[in-house]
């Protein structure tokens, strides 16, 4: 079983920037990928960022591509979200969330295919 705990979450002005961290643990695999979703209020869940780490392979959602960038500490198996240039848009819950695949894959933007997920964290953008 991996266990998934983000934090970081807060409140930030629009134009700010904020980091949020998920730090797994348990059976992890050197070729699962990471991913990051958000779930804003009575809308779906939506993909914004993936990792693979087997090959470094990334993936954004067009909404936060060249704001927002996922990487890795794997030292501390630590997933990280940079969110930069922040908008009220982007306010939602944030989600980590994790699968086993194959190395060759590119992370997944459906999440149905995640199978594990952390509590998640708040992120507030005012105005």
């Known amino acids: 079983q991996v266990q998934l705990v983000e934090s970081g979450g807060g409140l930030v002005q629009a134009g700010g920037s904020l980091r949020v961290s998920c730090a797994a643990s348990g059976r992890t695999s050197s070729s699962a990928v990471m991913g990051w979703f958000r779930q804003a209020q009575e809308k779906e869940r939506e993909f914004v960022a993936g990792?693979?780490?087997?090959?470094?392979?990334?993936r954004y959602a067009t909404s936060v591509k060249g704001r927002f960038t996922i990487s890795i500490d794997n030292a501390k198996n630590t997933v990280y979200l940079q969110m930069n240039n922040l908008k009220p848009e982007d306010t939602a819950t944030y989600y980590c969330?994790?699968?086993?695949?194959?190395?060759?894959?590119?992370?997944?933007?459906?999440?149905?295919?995640?199978?594990?997920w952390g509590q998640g964290t708040q992120v507030t953008v005012s105005s």
């Open positions: 990792f693979r780490r087997s090959g470094d392979s990334t």
């Open positions: 969330a994790a699968y086993p695949a194959a190395g060759w894959e590119i992370p997944s933007r459906a999440v149905n295919n995640y199978i594990y």
